[in-house]
């Protein structure tokens, strides 16, 4: 007799009820309604397929931008609720990152790279999200991108930008505990002479007061000002010329 595994694997206490993830109709659309449903449930497994089918009919960016960002400020607020706690959180972000990278291959990028830009997320945070969509925003416009990871420690980012000499550095952080190495970052680079901007963004308390209160700094408050910043840099404007355009 066939066993059916899915039952005995099934971990109940991580197992998002159908009533906790009530998503009511967020989208009119279906196609988009279904990958946000696969978001706030956490059912990675389930993404390949619903982006296939939904790819065929929508661009990847308004996927990301009307599925995967949607759904991911939902589950922010079932977690600001206590609705969700960290295993539920951190499904829902597994299903998200399989999405951005299912959409990122999508988009490609133009064969003619445009740029080196370095991105990482803060020395001490994990909320890499933000930092994949900026990553997958820039490929898909034809840059370079160096992704140094997650909790990268501030010396490792300094010493990258030493050695690549990129036209842009971006900074994600989810906790406002963690931002502090972005100013340190920016110090460090300032000592050595390279006066590039370092794009930073994020949640918890990363603000345009606290980015701009430090040399190199230009706040970004969504991804999709990424690609633009990096052009601007490419054309030569430096980091307090950038500064005055996305931040006044
Ligand atoms: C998902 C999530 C997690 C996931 C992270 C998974 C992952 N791979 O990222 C998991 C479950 C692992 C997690 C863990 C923790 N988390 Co958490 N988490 C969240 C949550 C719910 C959503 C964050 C998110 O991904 N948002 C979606 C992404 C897309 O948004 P984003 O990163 O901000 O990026 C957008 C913009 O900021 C911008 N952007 C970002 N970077 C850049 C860069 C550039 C250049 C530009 C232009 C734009 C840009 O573009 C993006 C949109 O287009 C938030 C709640 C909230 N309200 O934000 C808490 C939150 C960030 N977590 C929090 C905490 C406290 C924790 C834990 C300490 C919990 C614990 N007790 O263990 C741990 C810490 C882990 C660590 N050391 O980092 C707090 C932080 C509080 C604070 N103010 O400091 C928050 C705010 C929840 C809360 N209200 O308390 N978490």
Redesign the pocket.
Known sequence: MALDYSKIFTRYDLKVTSKQSETKILVEDQDLQEIMDIVIRGETSSMAGALERTLNRKEPQEII?RA??PA??Y???L??ENV?Y??Q??N???A??VGIEICEQKMGGSMEKKGLII?H?AE???????????NALLRAQGYEVLDLG??VPVEQVVDAVKQHRPVML?????????MEAFRRIAEKLSEAGLEIPF????????SRTYITSFDLG?????????PP?AGDACSGLCWKEIRQKYNQ
């Open positions: 931008y995967l960002i991911m400020e589950v922010s607020r977690w600001d969700y960290l295993p959180t951190l829902a972000s597994d998200m990152q991105t997320t001490g945070d994990i909320h890499d999200l933000g930092q994949k969509i900026v997650c909790d971006t900074g994600t952080a989810g906790m406002s505990t963690n794009a930073c963004g994020g949640g918890g308390g990363v230009v706040y970004g408050r969504d991804a999709a000002e990424a910043m």
